[in-house]
């Protein structure tokens, strides 16, 4: 039974990714640390891994322990209160991984978890779409960090890298996306900015099962932006939320001036509670942005990828699951 290692194992991602591999029969480590939460990794075939990503040694112990075919390093921030934590955690952590996992004889892939950010927002493209063949643009930290990591995961001479840069990722036990649904649960649906923003999105199970496809494949040293292939108006998000709640709402268009007073009041507050907010002043010039489109063209070329969600499904799968789990 080939072995495989899934970092950031407890987060919402990370427990996705985990039941898609026990789903293809691998032996599945989740990488976690002491302090994380196993709420989402009670199957009993779960084996788990406690790593210091901080700790070379510590790393390079475990891992020629282990001797894994598989990586996927899943870990990682999406907010933080300072770059340098972003750079430390996202980008430092990951080289530490990979170079302890190259010590490893029998390693067939390490697969990265990126983001569209570490290129930017279409609305900084020519081409109107971000794709493979784009010049990274980054508009954030959190985007600049991840696009360190992939530099110098590049670097390691011959480790066999698959990089994911995966949209927006929305499903069950994700709760940046479920300020959405809630407010919309009561009757608002906020449109950010007076022009709407045009959306690209993934279904957390679809996203997983073509990671899975990818990391056991042949294919290696390639890059791939993941969404559903489609553009959506934020407003048709919204109604699709609205529908599966059975809610009639309101929609308050946020002018993105008053968006920019609000980030700076969560980041005195964020300074205060040392806890980091997904609206920040970091993160403006993505919430400003129109145009969120990227081209999948090469993981469809490659894995075949379709996804089996349509937006309406995972929406409703996404409701049913805040709604039996108290979330909403
Ligand atoms: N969500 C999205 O829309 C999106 C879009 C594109 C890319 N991504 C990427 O997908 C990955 C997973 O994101 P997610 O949405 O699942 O986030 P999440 O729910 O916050 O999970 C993050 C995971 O990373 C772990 N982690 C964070 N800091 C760590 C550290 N210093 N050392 C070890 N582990 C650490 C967390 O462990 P603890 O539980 O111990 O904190 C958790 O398991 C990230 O790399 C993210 O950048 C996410």
Known sequence: MDKILITGASG??????????????????????????KRWLKDERIKFLELSLN????????????????????AGLTKANSQSELFRVNADYSCNLAKASMANSNLKKFTFMSS??????????????????????PITSYGKSKLRAEKQ??????????????????????SDFL??????????????????????L??????????????????????????????????????????????????????L???????????????????ANILSRDKLPEIKSRNMDCDISNLVQDFNYIPQYTLEEAIKETTTWYKDNGWL
Do not use: C, W
């Open 12 to 37: 919402f991602v990370g427990s996705f990714l985990v039941e898609e591999a026990l789903k293809r029969e691998l032996e599945v480590y989740a990488g976690v640390r002491s302090t994380s939460s």
């Open 55 to 74: 700790n070379q040694n510590q790393l390079n112990t475990v891992l020629s322990d282990h001797n894994f075919d598989y990586v996927i390093h899943n």
């Open 116 to 137: 569209l950010a570490a290129y930017g927002t279409a609305d900084y493209q020519k081409e109107g779409v971000v794709s493979v063949n784009s010049a990274p643009k």
């Open 153 to 174: 995961l590049k670097f390691i001479p011959n480790l066999p890298l698959l990089i994911f840069r995966p949209t927006g990722i929305f499903g069950p036990r994700e």
């Open 179 to 200: 300020n959405i649904f809630n407010s919309i649960n009561k009757g608002i649906a906020l449109q950010v900015g007076l022009t709407e923003q045009n959306l690209s």
């Open 202 to 255: 993934v279904y957390v199970k679809d996203l997983v099962r073509v990671i899975m496809d990818a990391t056991l494949s042949q294919h290696v040293n390639k890059d791939y932006f993941v969404s559903d292939g489609k553009i959506y108006k934020g407003s048709y998000f919204n109604q699709l939320i609205a529908h599966s709640l059975n809610k009639k709402t309101f929609t308050i268009k946020v002018p």
């Open 257 to 275: 001036s008053l968006v920019s007073v609000i980030a700076t009041l969560t980041d005195i507050k964020s300074k205060i509670t040392g806890k």
